[in-house]
C-alpha cells in the first residue's frame, strides 16, 4: 500500500493506493474514504494488462464517514493492440458508449450543418 499526505490548510490529508504484483493500482482511497477499485481481467487471453471494471463510489468500511455514495459500477473493453477503451459500459443503468458511436454522430451532425 501506498499513501500520499499533503497539508491544506494546516491538515494533512492523506490517500490510499493499494497495488497488485504486477504494479497496476487496484484500489484508491480518497481523504473521504470513498473507495475506487479497479479489477483487471483477461484482455486476448492476457490478464493484468488494462482495467476491465471500475466501481466508484465505495465507501471504505475503516473510514468513519459521514458520507452516503452510491457505487457505479463501469465495465471496460479494451482494443487489445492500442490499449483504448473500445466500449464503456454504465452497468447501473445499462448504457453502453463507444468511442465509435460518438465520433460517427458528430460527423452526421457536421455534415447536416454544411447542407
Known sequence: MHEHQCSRAGKWILTK????????????????GIQTQRTYGSVNGFSSLYPTQIVDGMVDSTVTTSIASIPRTTQLTHDFWTAKVTVRKDLENNVERTPHTICLAVRLWSARLRD
Not at 493506493?17 to 473521504?32: A, C, I, K, L, S
Request: proline share 12%; charged share 20%.
Open 17 to 32: 493506493h493499494q497495488y497488485d504484483g504486477y504494479g497496476n493500482p487496484t484500489v484508491t482511497t480518497d481523504p473521504r
